[in-house]
């Protein structure tokens, strides 16, 4: 696959052919970002690139050694069959990448490639590595053989050791603009209203947007509203309190994340109606009705303020504040914007 195939991220995509086409890829990397955003993806390509048999500024994708190493081992359960890249993740039954893989990189990275010009090591969840296994691998990050590459990837790139992190090249990876994720799945043949709307929930998570069914993406949808729709009317108050404040488990701060961000498309579509705009407009058409009756009684600035308090609530996510607390924050203040409704 070459690297124009992926969706999203053009910068790194940029970087990384011009590196190959300048042969000066670094030898140590970091690619870190949000989960389901082709990091792993983009670091095979790298991988293929790098033993091309065709290019040497891209991968083919169609060489043998390119389908060698996106090729499924079904006896390992597992992708990649070329000699010379090895990919490393969390063992199944463990929840860190061990000392003993690492251990076994630093001895496989000094051995010459068997096939291919490059060796490269792809090290998923680098960030779950103990401080034992991180230091393990500080020698060969330092000193690499000119033949090898080693991709860290990580969904927490902040986690990895400053020792680590100092011997590689980080390249940051950001979430998959709507318009990228929208396009692959009409590629794929989704509707285009489907295609849009499933943009909306997974927040440029593009694994994530290939993964869900539509009936998954409606019972968001319609969770979200309902929530909405309770605090903006005034019917249930403790909605956002009840849905998010007491959850545990750690894919709930993933969900509010989700949630706030549906419930901000809802806020601009009641304050377009609201400013009597044009409801060919709307984010969610399908609920055009709905978002009428609730529009009625509110002003647009008071739909404006709705949607700024989503938004704080939503950077206050990724400033990982107590779930608690921000959901009884957001609906305080949701309750003194109502007011002025």
Not at 71 to 96: L, S
Not at 126 to 155: C, Y
Not at 201 to 215: H, P, Q, T, Y
Not at 240 to 249: I, T, V, Y
Request: aromatic share 4%; proline share 5%.
């Amino acid at each position: 696959m070459p690297f124009n195939d992926i969706a999203g991220n053009g910068r790194v995509r940029t970087i990384l052919k011009l590196a190959l086409s300048r042969g000066r890829v670094p030898h140590a990397l970091v690619f870190g970002g949000p989960r389901g955003v082709g990091k792993r993806k983009t670091a095979r390509v790298l991988a293929q690139a790098l033993n091309c048999a065709v290019r040497s500024d891209d991968a083919c994708g169609e060489c043998p050694s390119c389908r060698a190493v996106v090729q499924v081992d079904e006896k390992a359960k597992r992708i990649g069959a070329h000699p010379d890249v090895i990919e490393y993740e969390i063992p199944e039954d463990k929840t860190t990448v061990s000392i003993d893989q690492m251990r076994e990189l630093k001895s496989l990275a000094y051995l010459k490639p068997m096939v291919g010009r490059k060796r490269v090591f792809l090290v998923d969840d680098a960030d779950s590595m103990s401080d034992e296994a991180a230091n393990s691998l500080l020698k060969v990050l330092e000193e690499p053989p000119l033949f090898t590459h080693i991709i860290l990837i990580s969904d927490n790139p902040a986690l990895l050791l400053p020792t680590i992190k100092s011997r590689c090249r980080s390249l940051p990876f950001l979430p998959v603009s709507d318009e990228d994720v929208e396009k692959v799945l009409r590629g794929r043949g989704v509707e285009p209203e489907k295609a849009r709307l499933t943009a909306l929930v997974v927040r440029g998570n593009l694994e994530r947007a290939l993964d869900l069914d539509w009936d998954a993406i409606e019972a968001e949808r319609r969770d979200a509203w309902m929530i909405f729709r309770a605090l903006t009317t005034g019917e249930d108050a403790a909605a956002l309190l009840r849905r998010f404040a007491f959850g545990r488990r750690k894919d709930v701060r993933e969900e509010m994340e989700r949630a706030l961000e549906l419930m901000t498309a809802f806020g601009r579509d009641t304050a377009l109606l609201a400013e009597g705009g044009d409801a060919r407009l709307l984010l969610n058409p399908d609920y055009e009705n709905e978002i009428r009756t609730c529009a009625g009684p509110v002003s647009p600035a008071a739909a404006l303020r709705i949607v700024g308090l989503l938004h704080d609530a939503a950077a206050s996510i990724d400033r990982n504040v107590h779930l608690g607390l921000l959901a009884a924050g957001l609906t305080a203040r949701w309750r003194q914007a109502a007011v002025s409704m």
